[in-house]
């Protein structure tokens, strides 16, 4: 059962995959290769909205079969949809030529396939003609306004360190609960990757090795905040649920998946009428950037944080304007 439950993860991820955007007829003109992988029209006529390379893909695969319980720090970039396309040549440009590891991607926007809800969309999607390359996609919700463009950040999952899950209750309330506890419906042994024979990480050949250093990010942070102002990017203000890195576009959330909701799929006698995997949800706004409570990814927003650096630099233009003023003071 427990391989029946990773093989059909596999499955959803790999019908969900879409076509490789890296082409070996442009490998020896890299301008025009990063040209054609970060056209953001070409992507929405492939369906697709993806940068990635061989460790992001198998990134998301591993967090998949986790249920997303695994760290998912992301920087998102505010970006209005009038200037996505171009944001996102900018910004893929960068991600190719500051060598970043793993992926990122973009809300596909095409407004001839987007629909209003859930039901208009499978409505849809069930009478296109067999021949039609398109799928209808749900239009971008406002309560994701602000992660137009998002930036992946590897962490490995060290299972000996992530003891804790953080329910949330709702209203800003959340209730921990020790996966070693025997009596707790979050109990390890009912959560996959703690039964699995190995490391579903390893199993892709993702190691603790692989993580890259914050300060490779928070200088792409700071060449994409200056190249975006260059080319008059225009925002859509800080994502509801986000946390700012100090700048007009950039902000930093841990996704880890939580449990939520959970008091109508459980019985009284703590018993789970569901399977308990499928209780863990993506973190509602409200519930804040850090819904999961993992302490990396408060020491990651520190090290992330452009405007840390504004305090020393305005206290060293003080003492230099007031040295100037002293040194005109004593010519008078």
Request: glycine content about 4%; hydrophobic content about 35%; charged content about 25%.
């Amino acid at each position: 059962m427990q391989q029946q439950q990773v093989d059909d993860v596999l499955l959803r991820e790999e019908q969900a995959e879409e076509n490789l955007i890296i082409k070996n007829q442009f490998q020896n003109n890299l301008n025009n290769y990063l040209n054609h992988i970060t056209n953001y029209n070409h992507l929405i006529n492939d369906r697709s909205k993806i940068i990635f390379t061989v460790n992001g893909r198998n990134y998301w695969l591993s967090q998949a079969i986790c249920y997303h319980r695994a760290p998912d720090f992301k920087i998102h970039f505010s970006i209005h949809h009038s200037d996505l396309e171009k944001a996102f040549h900018i910004l893929g440009k960068l991600f190719f030529e500051m060598k970043c590891q793993f992926g990122m991607k973009a809300v596909m926007i095409d407004k001839e396939t987007e629909c209003n809800n859930v039901d208009e969309l499978f409505k849809l999607n069930k009478a296109i003609d067999n021949n039609y390359v398109k799928s209808f996609t749900i239009s971008w919700p406002e309560s994701m306004k602000g992660r137009e463009i998002t930036i992946y950040l590897y962490q490995y999952y060290n299972l000996n360190e992530h003891l804790i899950i953080r329910e949330y209750l709702g209203n800003g309330k959340f209730k921990n609960h020790n996966i070693n506890d025997k009596n707790s419906k979050f109990y390890k042994n009912n959560l996959l990757e703690f039964t699995m024979s190995t490391h579903p990480f390893l199993d892709f050949n993702l190691t603790i090795n692989l993580e890259e250093n914050t300060k490779l990010y928070k200088n792409f942070i700071k060449k994409a905040e200056y190249l975006l102002e260059l080319n008059n990017i225009k925002s859509n203000g800080c994502a509801d649920g986000d946390i700012s890195l100090g700048g007009k576009y950039a902000s930093f959330r841990n996704e880890t998946f939580i449990p939520f909701d959970t008091i109508n799929r459980i019985d009284q006698n703590n018993k789970v009428k569901v399977d308990i995997n499928d209780l863990f949800i993506y973190p509602p706004n409200d519930a804040g950037w850090n819904a999961s409570g993992m302490e990396r990814a408060n020491e990651i927003y520190q090290e992330l944080r452009i405007d840390t650096e504004k305090p020393f630099f305005n206290s060293i233009l003080f003492t230099s304007s007031l040295l100037f003023i002293l040194f005109l003071g004593n010519k008078l």
